[in-house]
C-alpha cells in the first residue's frame, strides 16, 4: 500500500539554524500538507499547498517557514531560523481521492 | 475559523464497557469528520470518518454520530479492549485542512 514518507525520522538542531524537512507525498495526490504537534497537545494546521503554490496557511506559518516542491516528487518544510519552540513532530501528509488524509510517520524535531 | 471542542480529556473504563468521545464544531462549512487513534510517538491513525450529508457510521466496535444542526459528532466505542487505551482526537474541516480537537485519553483497565 502506498505511504507518504518523512525524512528525517528525528533532528535535533541549534536555536538559529535553518532546518529542511522532507516528504514524499503519494504519488497520484495532488494536495499537501504540513501539520505539527508540540508534545503532550493537538495536531495543528500549518500549511497546504496544491498546484505548485501555498493554498492555505496558518497562523503559525510565519515567515520564517516557506514550503516547497522542487523536483516534483519531494515536498519540503523549510524554518529559515529554528527557535525553542519549534521543537515538534512534524506530519506531512496527502490527500486521498475519498478526502482522506495520508499522514507521513513524522519528523521529531528537538530545538536547543 | 473552526474551532473544535472535545470532551472529555480523560477516560477510564473497565475492559468490556463502552466508551463515548464528544466533539462540537463551529464552522458550518466543515463537510468531513475524522476520528483519529494515536499511540505515543506515532501519527495519527485513521479510525472511522464520517461527511456531513451522513447521520451515523458504524464499523464493527466503532460508530461516530453526526448532528450538523447542532454542530457536534461522537466516538462510541463498544467492548472495550485494553489495546483501545491511546490518545483519541476529533477533527472537522474540508479539503483536507482539519482542526483537532484537543484530544481524549482513554485507558481501557483489564
Known amino acids: 500500500e502506498p505511504e507518504v514518507t518523512q525524512t528525517p525520522s528525528h533532528q535535533v538542531t541549534q536555536m538559529g539554524q535553518e532546518v529542511i524537512l522532507r516528504c514524499v507525498p503519494i504519488?497520484?495526490?495532488?494536495?499537501f500538507y504540513w501539520y505539527r504537534q508540540i508534545l503532550g497537545q493537538k495536531v495543528e494546521f500549518l500549511v497546504s499547498?496544491?498546484?505548485?503554490?501555498?493554498?492555505?496557511k496558518s497562523e503559525i506559518f510565519d515567515d520564517q517557514f516557506s514550503v516547497e516542491r522542487p523536483d516534483g516528487s519531494n515536498f519540503t518544510l523549510k524554518i529559515r531560523s529554528t527557535k525553542l519552540e519549534d521543537s515538534a513532530m512534524y506530519f506531512c501528509?496527502?490527500?486521498?481521492?475519498?478526502?482522506?488524509?495520508?499522514f507521513g510517520e513524522g519528523s521529531r524535531l528537538t530545538v536547543l | 475559523g473552526e474551532n473544535v471542542e472535545q470532551h472529555p480529556s480523560t477516560l477510564s473504563v473497565q475492559e468490556g464497557d463502552s466508551a463515548v468521545i464528544k466533539c462540537t464544531y463551529s464552522?458550518?462549512?466543515?463537510?468531513?469528520f475524522p476520528w483519529y487513534k494515536q499511540e505515543l510517538g506515532k501519527r495519527p491513525q485513521l479510525i472511522i470518518d464520517?461527511?456531513?450529508?451522513?447521520g451515523e457510521k458504524k464499523d464493527q466496535r466503532i460508530a461516530v454520530t453526526l448532528n450538523k444542526t447542532a454542530k457536534h459528532f461522537s466516538l462510541h466505542i463498544t467492548e472495550t479492549q485494553p489495546e483501545d487505551s491511546a490518545v483519541y482526537f476529533c477533527?472537522?474541516?474540508?479539503?483536507?485542512?482539519?482542526?483537532f480537537g484537543q484530544g481524549t485519553i482513554l485507558t481501557v483497565h483489564p
Open positions: 464520517i461527511r456531513s450529508n451522513v
Open positions: 477533527a472537522a474541516g474540508k479539503y483536507g485542512k482539519l482542526t
Open positions: 464552522d458550518s462549512a466543515s463537510n468531513y
Open positions: 501528509a496527502s490527500l486521498g481521492n475519498t478526502g482522506e488524509l495520508f
Open positions: 504519488s497520484n495526490h495532488l494536495y
Open positions: 499547498f496544491y498546484n505548485n503554490e501555498i493554498s492555505e
